[in-house]
């Protein structure tokens, strides 16, 4: 019982990051293998704030997340636009997220250093203990942050006019093209959304796992493992394969074996490739080109 | 033609580029004073960064010290430093480029054990001594080979102490261990498995964690509900760190214990409240009482502005003890310097007295059992011999 | 015409005397090193390079295949005393095993699923490896892989594992030609073209697919056997991610299309490795940087810009266009 409640929070953190491939996925087709690193980079640019500029913890979520932010708008723009403009096969695409993980990632490394920092956290760590279950407010905090994240982007793009135009380009590309759709503005914004909300997630992990150059690497791949089991391109699915990988990891490296939890996780990740590629939680299976 | 052409063009162009380099870098001046080559490998970025930097620090210090006060004879000594970021491969490559660009007489490295069982070939196809200041792998001095030497505090002397402490000062019954799934974890596993079992305590658990994983709760879980009282931990600082932060979240009241690959003051910055009072073996504390201890900590810290690490003490002493077998034996001869090494003794170092066995590990050095007291790590006791 | 099949000999035998005599002329071991390192890494390359001209299709996970390798020969070479050869060969058949075994849930893949699947795959690799401690020495790896030995002639210098590891170059380059040329090899094409028409024409396309896996698994496969003899030692940290990513950069940087791509890639790659260790920590960074100028502005590599290179000086004469058209395979 208590995997599970520990598969909570992880989960949580996969969600979001798997919630952001997907909305660039469905967005532009692009696959952002830097997605991982806009999380390390939001908790280091947090961490930066706290230190430098002492604010306190919620302005530096927002600070955090409007650069990444920023940075996405960046990224998609001098990278994204060309290899789009040139018509460049999707592989190169990824290959080109792939370059801008590894220099986010040595940046970061040329900047803070090798070494782990710690962030602090607005709440305690102490643990709440109820029988043989105990949990932490941190990891209800980030939980509750995870879904308040969530909730504020369901509003944007259900409710706000840039967010229908997404979604109608997620839908669509030329229908939307047709309809006078910027797809260029709707692409910036996409990126922006996912890597802000990478930024938020990394924010909310760093007090559990420490800041390091290299904490994006993995929860990323774990992230596009979530989404892709979910159903890539669609966000309830990202969402709920997020936290469907969060408590297997928990169970299975709890109950089968530590070492092999990861390649656990890879393998139920061919498997469902294999098996059903549309994804677990995605009704129709739809046609990916 | 066009076709064969596109092809051999940018084959034959690479090899013409690698012949002018090779052509033009060629010349090699020999020296002809007395000098001996010391090649330095190492960590010096990536997770175990700090290791190597401390290494690289103190390696320079001991050299600039002994060329300073001719503590080698006549002979002067000259230092190359090469990054090996923890991986074998690049350590290997690393290694190779000392011996043959640098032409060093002599190899200190690495800390990480795969990577010095990775130079270690080297090495030895090169016929060159080397000594490990930091990887305390056990498969490093089983091997048989000639060339390596080891400094580092011996491991399963580490184990049997932290085991034996547990059960006579702490009168712990049921523990457990938690290890990194590399080659130092495992390796520390199996010793204190058998040190367990020779102090006669009940093993209740024993997961393992791959570096670089984040969250240990589903292993401590497990540790949990076995009941155990006593948690030894052995791996890395950051890790470890973390490792202690999840136990206390989960309410987990076991004591904790560590080796000296942990030894760092990183672990107690990182660590925080969930490192008090964990109980782990090193060999060198800044202020443990002893005069060699204390000048070295004391001109260690004029110069770089901070406390120097076990990894940075080992090295320095290393680096003393190849100055020593250098003027026994005169000559930067392979042979001769590792024929002078092996017969080390009588020194009186910051780290111990070395002596080497057989198998290449000194068996001389001091064992600190320390424990973490507010933001400094505290003496226990002090433990010497193997 | 005369004139051109000349031309053509003549710059064989130069550049096959040139790579007869390089260890000679290159008497620095470290240098000698670096190449024969390039020269393993040019396998893996020249593996990515057929699956990716062949079915336009990318994987992150050779270093699973080049682990493989190692393991299977170093493994049976420390416990049962098999000879080189013998080991190689028996790597190699297990390592096109693994190769089917991922082409059949490969094979439904596309784009950004496949790469996902090739990556588990290697992360996979990389953890039983880890972890299966009883038969793979797990952390500590494996050490004291004996040097391979031919009849009476013992390979042991840096010189010797050159003339090793550059034959199987050379053979492996000359399969890849051979095969390209061949009616497979435009098989091949037809499928990377289009492969709904091909399949229309009656082209097994999976079956093709599955075979330019196993194609590109035995490459990095028989690289990894020269590794493990190479450097005596290995273990799971070399068999890493990063290094799926570092080939995959190798091929992208020379260029995906061409043989010569692979070579000029890893070379480059391997040579840039060790001659940036000084700027240790911006290596990287300019790596990445390298990468992605690559693929937007040079997405057939840098043998693809000295195509077009030529063919601009070549100016507007009559030649018949010899850069490879964009998404076309050109050995």
Same mark, same amino acid.
């Given at each position: 019982?208590?995997?599970?409640?520990?598969?909570?929070?992880? +989960? !949580?953190?996969?969600?979001?990051?798997? $919630?952001? *491939?997907? %909305?660039?996925?469905?967005?532009? #087709?692009?696959?952002?293998?830097?997605?991982?690193?806009?999380?390390?980079?939001?908790?280091?640019?947090?961490?930066?704030?706290?230190?430098?500029?002492?604010?306190?913890?919620?302005?530096?979520?927002?600070?955090?997340?409007?650069?990444?932010?920023?940075?996405?708008?960046?990224?998609?723009?001098?990278?994204?636009?060309?290899?789009?403009?040139?018509?460049?096969?999707?592989?190169?695409?990824?290959?080109?997220?792939?370059?801008?993980?590894?220099?986010?990632?040595?940046?970061?490394?040329?900047?803070?250093?090798?070494?782990?920092?710690?962030?602090?956290?607005?709440?305690?760590?102490?643990?709440?203990?109820?029988?043989?279950?105990?949990?932490?407010?941190?990891?209800?905090?980030?939980?509750? +942050? !995870?879904?308040?994240?969530?909730?504020? $982007?369901? *509003?944007? %793009?259900?409710?706000?006019?840039? #967010?229908?135009?997404?979604?109608?380009?997620?839908?669509?590309?030329?229908?939307?093209?047709?309809?006078?759709?910027?797809?260029?503005?709707?692409?910036?914004?996409?990126?922006?959304?996912?890597?802000?909300?990478?930024?938020?997630?990394?924010?909310?992990?760093?007090?559990?796992?420490?800041?390091?150059?290299?904490?994006?690497?993995?929860?990323?791949?774990?992230?596009?493992?979530?989404?892709?089991?979910?159903?890539?391109?669609?966000?309830?699915?990202?969402?709920?394969?997020?936290?469907?990988?969060?408590?297997?990891?928990?169970?299975?490296?709890?109950?089968?074996?530590?070492?092999?939890?990861?390649?656990?996780?890879?393998?139920?990740?061919?498997?469902?490739?294999?098996?059903?590629?549309? +994804?677990?939680?995605?009704?129709?299976?739809?046609?990916?080109? | 033609?066009?076709?064969?052409?596109?092809?051999?063009?940018?084959?034959?162009?690479?090899?013409?580029?690698?012949?002018?380099?090779?052509?033009?870098?060629?010349?090699?001046?020999?020296?002809?004073?007395?000098?001996?080559?010391?090649?330095?490998?190492?960590?010096?970025?990536?997770?175990?960064?700090?290791?190597?930097?401390?290494?690289?620090?103190?390696?320079?210090?001991?050299?600039?010290?002994?060329?300073?006060?001719?503590?080698?004879?006549?002979?002067?000594?000259?230092?190359?430093?090469?990054?090996?970021?923890?991986?074998?491969?690049?350590?290997?490559?690393?290694?190779?480029?000392?011996?043959?660009?640098?032409?060093?007489?002599?190899?200190?490295?690495?800390?990480?054990?795969?990577?010095?069982?990775?130079?270690?070939?080297?090495?030895?196809?090169?016929?060159?001594?080397?000594?490990?200041?930091?990887?305390?792998?056990?498969?490093?001095?089983?091997?048989?080979?000639?060339?390596i030497l080891r400094t580092a505090v011996n491991d399963e002397f580490q184990a049997n102490e932290l085991v034996k402490y547990a059960k006579d000062v702490l009168g712990l019954k049921k523990v457990a261990t938690f290890t990194a799934a590399d080659d130092y974890g495992q390796s520390g596993a199996k010793l204190l498995a058998a040190a367990i079992e020779k102090q006669g305590l009940q093993y209740v658990a024993s997961p393992t964690y791959n570096n670089g994983d984040?969250?240990?709760?589903?292993?401590?879980?497990?540790?949990?509900?076995?009941?155990?009282?006593?948690?030894?931990?052995?791996?890395?600082?950051?890790?470890?760190?973390?490792?202690?932060?999840?136990?206390?979240?989960?309410?987990?009241?076991?004591?904790?214990?560590?080796?000296?690959?942990?030894?760092?003051q990183k672990l107690i910055e990182l660590g925080g409240d969930a490192v008090q009072g964990l109980v782990l073996t090193q060999t060198f504390l800044p202020d443990s009482g002893n005069q060699a201890v204390r000048d070295f900590v004391a001109k260690y810290k004029s110069k770089y502005q901070e406390n120097p690490i076990p990894h940075a003490a080992q090295a320095y002493d290393t680096v003393y003890i190849i100055a020593d077998a250098l003027k026994r034996a005169n000559?930067?001869?392979?042979?001769?310097?590792?024929?002078?090494?092996?017969?080390?003794?009588?020194?009186?170092?910051?780290?111990?007295?070395?002596?080497?066995?057989?198998?290449?590990?000194?068996?001389?050095?001091?064992?600190?059992?320390?424990?973490?007291?507010?933001?400094?790590?505290?003496?226990?006791?002090?433990?010497?011999?193997? | 015409?005369?004139?051109?099949?000349?031309?053509?000999?003549?710059?064989?035998?130069?550049?096959?005397?040139?790579?007869?005599?390089?260890?000679?002329?290159?008497?620095?071991?470290?240098?000698?090193?670096?190449?024969?390192?390039?020269?393993?890494?040019?396998?893996?390359?020249?593996?990515?390079?057929?699956?990716?001209?062949?079915?336009?299709?990318?994987?992150?996970?050779?270093?699973?295949?080049?682990?493989?390798?190692?393991?299977?020969?170093?493994?049976?070479?420390?416990?049962?005393?098999?000879?080189?050869?013998?080991?190689?060969?028996?790597?190699?058949?297990?390592?096109?095993?693994?190769?089917?075994?991922?082409?059949?849930?490969?094979?439904?893949?596309?784009?950004?699923?496949?790469?996902?699947?090739?990556?588990?795959?290697?992360?996979?690799?990389?953890?039983?490896?880890?972890?299966?401690?009883?038969?793979?020495?797990?952390?500590?790896?494996?050490?004291?892989?004996?040097?391979?030995?031919?009849?009476?002639?013992?390979?042991?210098?840096?010189?010797?594992?050159?003339?090793?590891?550059?034959?199987?170059?050379?053979?492996?380059?000359?399969?890849?030609?051979?095969?390209?040329?061949?009616?497979?090899?435009?098989?091949?094409?037809?499928?990377?073209?289009?492969?709904?028409?091909?399949?229309?024409?009656?082209?097994?396309?999976?079956?093709?697919?599955?075979?330019?896996?196993?194609?590109?698994?035995?490459?990095?496969?028989?690289?990894?056997?020269?590794?493990?003899?190479?450097?005596?030692?290995?273990?799971?940290?070399?068999?890493?991610?990063?290094?799926?990513?570092?080939?995959?950069?190798?091929?992208?940087?020379?260029?995906?299309?061409?043989?010569?791509?692979?070579?000029?890639?890893?070379?480059?790659?391997?040579?840039?490795?060790?001659?940036?260790?000084?700027?240790?920590?911006?290596?990287?960074?300019?790596?990445?940087?390298?990468?992605?100028?690559?693929?937007?502005?040079?997405?057939?590599?840098?043998?693809?810009?000295?195509?077009?290179?030529?063919?601009?000086?070549?100016?507007?004469?009559?030649?018949?266009?010899?850069?490879?058209?964009?998404?076309?395979?050109?050995?």
């Open positions: 019982m208590q995997y599970l409640l520990n598969g909570l929070p992880i +989960g !949580a953190i996969y969600a979001l990051v798997a $919630l952001s *491939y997907s %909305l660039i996925y469905a967005a532009s #087709g692009v696959l952002n293998w830097s997605q991982g690193d806009m999380v390390m980079l939001g908790a280091y640019i947090a961490f930066s704030l706290f230190q430098f500029f002492h604010v306190g913890f919620t302005l530096a979520l927002l600070g955090s997340m409007f650069l990444v932010g920023a940075i996405g708008v960046v990224v998609q723009f001098c990278i994204l636009r060309p290899l789009r403009k040139r018509e460049a096969p999707p592989i190169n695409v990824v290959i080109a997220t792939l370059g801008v993980a590894i220099v986010s990632r040595n940046i970061a490394l040329a900047i803070w250093g090798p070494e782990a920092q710690i962030f602090p956290s607005p709440v305690s760590s102490v643990p709440m203990t109820v029988g043989a279950l105990s949990v932490t407010w941190q990891d209800l905090l980030i939980v509750f +942050g !995870a879904f308040c994240l969530m909730g504020v $982007l369901h *509003y944007l %793009l259900k409710k706000t006019r840039k #967010g229908k135009a997404l979604r109608a380009v997620a839908q669509d590309r030329y229908a939307a093209i047709l309809m006078g759709v910027d797809t260029n503005k709707s692409d910036a914004l996409a990126f922006a959304a996912s890597a802000a909300l990478g930024a938020a997630a990394g924010i909310l992990i760093a007090p559990v796992f420490f800041v390091t150059f290299n904490m994006g690497a993995g929860i990323g791949l774990k992230g596009f493992v979530a989404a892709v089991i979910g159903g890539l391109g669609n966000i309830p699915a990202a969402i709920a394969g997020g936290f469907f990988l969060g408590i297997v990891e928990s169970l299975a490296g709890g109950l089968i074996s530590s070492g092999y939890r990861d390649a656990i996780t890879f393998t139920l990740l061919i498997l469902v490739l294999w098996l059903r590629p549309s +994804g677990l939680f995605l009704r129709k299976a739809r046609q990916r080109a | 033609m066009s076709r064969v052409k596109n092809w051999l063009l940018p084959l034959l162009a690479t090899l013409i580029v690698v012949c002018l380099i090779a052509g033009l870098a060629g010349c090699n001046q020999a020296a002809s004073k007395k000098v001996l080559k010391i090649g330095v490998v190492g960590p010096e970025s990536g997770t175990a960064a700090q290791l190597g930097q401390g290494q690289h620090k103190a390696v320079q210090m001991a050299v600039d010290e002994i060329n300073a006060k001719k503590a080698a004879g006549d002979w002067q000594l000259e230092v190359f430093f090469e990054d090996d970021e923890g991986n074998p491969t690049k350590s290997a490559s690393a290694t190779n480029k000392l011996i043959q660009q640098s032409n060093v007489n002599v190899i200190i490295g690495a800390i990480n054990s795969s990577a010095t069982l990775a130079d270690m070939v080297v090495s030895g196809r090169a016929g060159i001594p080397q000594i490990t200041a930091g990887s305390t792998g056990a498969s490093i001095t089983q091997q048989g080979d000639k060339w984040k969250d240990f709760k589903p292993q401590l879980l497990n540790v949990k509900s076995s009941g155990a009282q006593g948690i030894f931990m052995w791996g890395l600082y950051t890790e470890a760190a973390l490792i202690s932060k999840q136990a206390r979240q989960l309410a987990i009241s076991a004591q904790l214990f560590g080796a000296s690959g942990m030894a760092a000559s930067t001869a392979p042979d001769a310097l590792r024929d002078a090494l092996t017969k080390t003794g009588g020194l009186k170092l910051v780290t111990g007295e070395p002596k080497f066995n057989t198998q290449g590990d000194d068996i001389g050095k001091y064992l600190l059992i320390t424990t973490i007291k507010g933001d400094t790590f505290e003496l226990l006791k002090t433990v010497s011999g193997s | 015409m005369i004139k051109r099949v000349m031309r053509k000999k003549i710059i064989l035998l130069a550049a096959g005397a040139a790579i007869l005599v390089l260890p000679v002329l290159v008497s620095n071991n470290y240098y000698l090193h670096v190449i024969n390192l390039a020269g393993i890494y040019t396998l893996i390359t020249i593996g990515l390079n057929l699956l990716s001209g062949y079915t336009g299709q990318v994987s992150m996970g050779q270093a699973g295949f080049f682990a493989v390798g190692t393991y299977v020969a170093g493994l049976l070479a420390i416990n049962l005393n098999i000879p080189f050869w013998a080991a190689a060969l028996a790597a190699l058949v297990i390592t096109a095993a693994c190769g089917a075994i991922i082409a059949i849930p490969a094979m439904r893949l596309s784009g950004p699923y496949l790469v996902l699947a090739t990556v588990g795959f290697g992360e996979i690799v990389r953890l039983v490896l880890l972890n299966w401690t009883p038969v793979t020495r797990g952390a500590a790896g494996l050490t004291g892989i004996p040097l391979p030995k031919f009849f009476t002639w013992q390979c042991s210098s840096e010189s010797q594992f050159y003339y090793l590891i550059f034959s199987v170059v050379l053979l492996g380059t000359y399969i890849a030609y051979r095969l390209a040329h061949s009616k497979v090899g435009r098989t091949f094409a037809a499928i990377r073209e289009d492969e709904v028409a091909a399949e229309a024409m009656g082209v097994r396309v999976s079956r093709y697919k599955t075979a330019a896996f196993i194609l590109s698994a035995v490459y990095a496969g028989m690289a990894g056997v020269l590794y493990g003899v190479f450097s005596g030692v290995a273990s799971p940290d070399n068999f890493t991610f990063d290094d799926s990513v570092t080939f995959l950069c190798m091929s992208v940087i020379g260029g995906n299309r061409s043989i010569a791509g692979a070579i000029v890639g890893s070379f480059m790659l391997t040579g840039m490795s060790e001659a940036l260790r000084a700027l240790q920590a911006y290596r990287l960074i300019i790596y990445g940087g390298v990468l992605i100028f690559t693929v937007i502005y040079m997405p057939q590599g840098l043998v693809g810009l000295a195509v077009t290179v030529r063919k601009a000086i070549k100016g507007g004469k009559d030649k018949p266009a010899s850069a490879p058209a964009e998404g076309e395979w050109k050995p």
